[in-house]
């Protein structure tokens, strides 16, 4: 590269940023902005020299270390604040997991690149059998109209011809349970579409990358597609007792390539956050019931206290019988047009890191899209799995 001057007297190269250690080391511990030779289409140029590098600190999160590691694949680009519609490159972490078949592929739920081989996800999004119940119960109720027992044992086995048939007895039994608790009454009403259409498709299948809008090519997109190796929900994750431990982890098929179209986002391993707002993204509805986008959405959410959230679930015994839990969940929106709808599930709610005047900035995903009631109908926050909460069993996964 050229040579240059820096602004300490000493002699530089013109180098990408992702080749210059000693920029990195400024931008990710002393939050200082590298000095900027230029930029080769996306790419910024530092001035760099190598010498003066400074011994990175010794840091044992799994997490944060690799968020450091991963740090060259960071965001370039000044974005245009506001907006309902992301910009191609801004989200280079979001994910879109499939379902069904190759030449039907439903893009239900949402996600987030934490590593070469690993989405953050929703445990809802997964269909693990512990969902098995679940299902049953949705086939019982779907709709207006309920489906019998013998109905129900046949769509079970159109859904599932690899599994073992479920038997007369246990729809019976399972709806027996549920009418007792009043579920099988409220599960027509309450039950999202999105989440019907992924008990009926089966596991996810699928992972797109570098997605901004499903309907056209034209949208400077570069997507990467993936099948599904190995899907994870926490093991505590048990849907038929609230809506706790709602995160899980998926395992490509094999590593991604990192682009400026994907690249990944890092885990939040800060316990409380100060910031009034944070972001969440997704292909969800935009209206109840209504359609869902197909570009990539993003909203700003107002975030909200616990004690706050507690007074509007206080009657939600269903999905979450002991309350919201401040340690594992945490609580975000509720104001007009401030809803995550169907099809959001599993996305990320993060925050955006960045110094002011620099092209370059990072995610950090703070929480997990897991429930709300009915978008855009009342003015109830959502509710998000809270990463930090889970840091040690993801660690344990992602990096052994």
């Known amino acids: 590269g050229d040579s240059c001057d820096l602004k300490n ?29 230029g930029f080769i289409g996306f790419d910024a140029l530092v001035c760099c020299n190598d010498e003066k590098q400074k011994a990175p600190q010794n840091i044992k999160e799994p997490g944060a270390v690799k968020c450091k590691e991963y740090y060259p694949y960071a965001i370039y680009g000044i974005l245009i604040p506001g907006g309902e519609q992301s910009l191609a490159r801004e989200f280079p972490h979001m994910a879109a997991i499939g379902f069904g078949k190759t030449d039907d592929i439903q893009w239900l739920c949402g996600g987030s690149l934490i590593s070469p081989n690993y989405v953050l996800t929703a445990a809802h999004c997964l269909n693990s059998s512990q969902l098995d119940r679940i299902e049953i119960l949705m086939m019982i109720g779907v709709g207006d109209k309920m489906r019998t027992q013998q109905e129900v044992c046949r769509l079970f086995h159109e859904m599932h011809p690899d599994r073992e048939p479920v038997s007369q007895s246990t729809v ?20 999202h579409p999105i989440s019907l259409g992924m008990y009926f498709r089966g596991p996810p299948r699928y992972v797109r990358l570098g997605e901004l809008d499903f309907a056209t090519e034209q949208d400077d997109a570069q997507p990467q597609d993936f099948t599904v190796k190995r899907v994870i929900p926490h093991p505590d994750f048990r849907p038929v007792s609230g809506r706790y431990h709602d995160i899980g982890l998926i395992e490509l098929d094999r590593n991604v390539i990192p682009t400026h179209h994907v690249s990944f ?69 509720g104001k007009p047009d401030q809803d995550t709808c169907q099809g959001d599930s599993g996305g990320p709610l993060q925050l955006r890191y960045e110094d002011v005047g620099s092209a370059i900035y990072a995610y950090t995903i703070v929480g997990i899209t897991s429930f709300g009631k009915a978008c855009g109908l009342s003015r109830t926050p959502g509710i998000y799995t809270r990463v930090y909460g889970y840091l040690s069993w993801i660690e344990g996964i992602v990096w052994p």
């Open 172 to 191: 019976s039994r399972i709806e027996r349970k549920y009418r007792e608790l009043g579920h099988v009454r409220d599960a027509p009403r309450q039950a």
């Open 265 to 333: 986002a890092c885990l939040d391993t800060v316990r409380a956050h100060k910031e009034p707002q944070m972001i969440s993204t997704g292909w969800g509805r935009t209206e109840f019931s209504g359609r869902t986008s197909t570009h990539l959405l993003k909203i700003n959410l107002d975030t909200v206290s616990i004690d706050e959230c507690q007074r509007f679930y206080q009657g939600a015994r269903r999905e979450v019988p002991r309350g919201v839990v401040d340690d594992l969940q945490l609580c975000a929106g």
């Open 9 to 37: 007297g000493g002699k530089g190269t013109c180098v990408n940023l992702r080749q210059c250690s000693t920029a990195i080391t400024l931008l990710q511990e002393q939050k200082t902005v590298p000095q900027i030779c």
